[in-house]
């Protein structure tokens, strides 16, 4: 089954509410950076990338993890990975 | 007999089960990882551990936490350590602090868990240096404390540009390096502002139940996640070959290898486990401050006594002198008066004892040259100086209330004990002089975590345990 861009934007934020459960993620705005919407740092993004390897076993090498940055970012990177499984 | 761990093999293996170690091996758990925890002793904790005596339960290290902000608190230490370790904040059911002193002759500083009373308090007992005060504040608060760029490395030197009164310089010195310095005189600018802001702009808390609380919470979480644990199990040798740790051999026989390794046995003692180092290695870097804490519990409660400070940080010489004790085995001219009982635990929740624990500077050397029977005399004899001194320094008794009359139990623990329980040379409680800020050794598979990595308190020990394991375990992996 194909995943749809949308898809992975709720698997991602699935992973933001699990790791940082203190922090609101209704009505984030996918082209904003996460950081500036949330209270986030890099150890959380490494929690992300933890997580989508764990649940997923999606791999995201630490020269991408710029491509986590917003939600619109994250899928446009994510989505191939989760489609070619 | 080599036991079943014997040719084991695990992705990382991490000595001391500690707030570090325990830390640590809750990142690595939550991975996925196949780590291990080695811990010497059969109980957890290190430094900050507790035991039982004729049924009553002490806290051996935590007097208070420091690093505490109200639940909801954004971007703060506690905050960042709870969300890592994926832990919830009530979990750690802390408890704030009533209010603190810094009491040296002829002066006295309160403060509480909101600056803005310890800067009016300042502002009251030095009206002449204010100003300077608030700049200090302000130039900590926004210091990169691991990059401090063209700031003066020294802390006595950074706060002299800021407080030219010694009187309040020595009043700030004294909490902050007695809750953290391995230095003696002086410590790094860096290290600290970590222990001002932790102190002063976030503040002490406690739970109930002391540290047990929060050793248990990282236990269960560890095991929670799968992690393993080997308590009574020390470590020989870390063998190398070619720049690489390759087996650990334990004290029973066995040897596991292990492609990582996190040591929080502090930086010298764990270059010395190392077969490629001499085993006086790194010698200019083992540190020199002990100390020693009395522990009475009394009948009634100390606010019953009129007692109402949680923490009393003390001096009184004409200089506070924070170094080793040269020639006596204590040196009572400063401390740190501790009342358990006086944290805001809420309607009804006080612990059933009252509890007070004095902490003074002792010489590790003559504690430990001291026969047994001499070692008990000793014992009682600095207890009741450390009493003495403490009860010159405390409010009178209400109700000309005999603290002898009331006390039901005492106790005292030695650099004797520290070395014991923390490993650490000379029974230094706060680890070498020089910290190994990126936790790097000689061996590109070996990494430190814990007092010698240089975060501080016991916020700062499973967050260097969390970062060390982030950095050189799971980050890029």
Known sequence: MTMTEDQVQQIVIDIINEIA????????????????????????????????????GIEVPEEDYPELASLKSCSDYLTPKFNAE | MPSSLDQQHYETVIIGAGMAGLAAGIRLA??????????????????????????????????????????????????????QLRIPYDALDLSPQNCSRIHFPDCQLGFNNEFAFFEAEVARAFPKQIDGFLALA?????????????????????????????????????????????????????????????????????????VRVIVKLLQDKYRSLGGIRKMKCGIQKIHTSGGRATTIELDNGASISADKIISTAGAVETARLCTDQLVDAESDNIGQL????????????????????????FNTAERFRYARVEDDLVDPSSGVICFPNNYQYG???????????????????????LNEDDYLAQ????????????????????????????????????????????GHLNGAIYGAPNKIKDGRTHLENLYLAGTDQGFLGIVGAMLSGISMANLHVLQGD
């Open chain 1, 21 to 56: 459960p203190d922090e609101d993620t209704t009505g984030l705005k996918p082209e904003v950076n996460l950081r500036d919407q949330m209270d986030l740092d890099s150890m959380d993004f490494l929690d992300i990338v933890m997580e989508l390897r764990k649940q997923h």
């Open chain 2, 290 to 313: 002990s100390f020693t804490e009395t522990i009475t519990v009394l009948d009634k409660q100390p606010t019953e006594f009129g007692w109402d400070d949680t923490i009393i940080f």
């Open chain 2, 138 to 210: 302000e130039e900590v608060r926004t210091l990169d404390a691991f990059n401090l760029g063209s700031m003066p490395s020294s802390a006595r030197t950074a706060v002299q540009r800021h407080i030219s009164d010694p009187l309040l310089e020595d009043m700030i010195f004294c909490p902050v390096m007695y809750y953290g310095s391995a230095q003696e005189h002086d410590m790094d600018y860096g290290q600290f502002a970590i222990m001002f802001r932790s102190l002063f702009f976030e503040g002490f808390a406690r739970p109930l139940d002391g």
């Open chain 2, 347 to 369: 309607e009804d929740r006080q612990l059933n004892e009252g509890f007070l624990r004095v902490t003074a500077m002792a010489n590790h050397d003559k504690w430990c040259a």
């Open chain 2, 30 to 83: 939550l991975a996925g990882k196949n780590v291990i925890i080695l811990e010497r002793h059969n109980a957890s904790g290190g430094l900050n551990s507790f035991y039982s005596q004729a049924g009553r339960k002490f806290d051996v290290g935590l007097h208070a936490m420091t690093n505490y902000v109200p639940k909801g608190t954004k971007g703060t230490p506690l905050t960042k350590l709870l969300r």
């Open chain 2, 379 to 422: 014992k009682s004899h600095w207890y009741d100086e450390l009493q003495k001194v403490t009860l010159g320094l405390l409010p009178r008794a209400k109700k000309n209330l005999n603290f002898e009359d009331h006390r039901l139990a005492k106790d005292m623990f030695t650099p004797r004990t520290v070395r014991k329980y923390t």
